[in-house]
Nanobody
Framework: QVHLVESGGGSVQTGGSHMLSCGAVGYNNRDILYCMAWFRQSPGGEREAVAGIDSDGGDSYADSVKGRFTISQDKAKNTVYLRMTSMKPEDTAMYYC????????????????????WGQGTQVTVSS
């Protein structure tokens, strides 16, 4: 019922900046979108949480990106953004938008199983 669409993937140089966006559509008025987040996964790695933001604007970050990445949201547009700066080759990954939706609300987590909807993924590649 809920669909997430990421955009903004591409290639950037080491030390450069890039922006991703994700829009959520298709949920009914009984649903509460209480958390949106970004995860990433490299070919040889696990899917890991990068950043999350709750409906009140509270944000959290993985230690590997803290101080370099910023998550933000436009609640009126049901859209979340990820601003990435000072990028490193190890940031290369498939980036996934995730949303947690329920009639009762809830709190953000960094566990894959706690998210009810996922985008298709968008590739970000950082060149040395």
């Amino acid at each position: 019922q809920v669909h997430l669409v990421e955009s903004g993937g591409g290639s950037v140089q080491t030390g450069g900046s890039h922006m991703l966006s994700c829009g959520a559509v298709g949920y009914n008025n009984r649903d509460i979108l209480y958390c949106m987040a970004w995860f990433r996964q490299s070919p040889g790695g696990e899917r890991e949480a990068v950043a999350g933001i709750d409906s009140d604007g509270g944000d959290s970050y993985a230690d590997s990106v803290k101080g370099r990445f910023t998550i933000s949201q436009d609640k009126a547009k049901n859209t979340v953004y990820l601003r990435m700066t000072s990028m490193k080759p190890e940031d290369t990954a498939m980036y996934y938008c995730a949303a947690a939706v329920s009639p009762w609300g809830g709190t953000c987590s960094d566990e894959v199983a706690d998210f009810t909807h996922w985008g298709q993924g968008t590739q970000v590649t950082v060149s040395s």
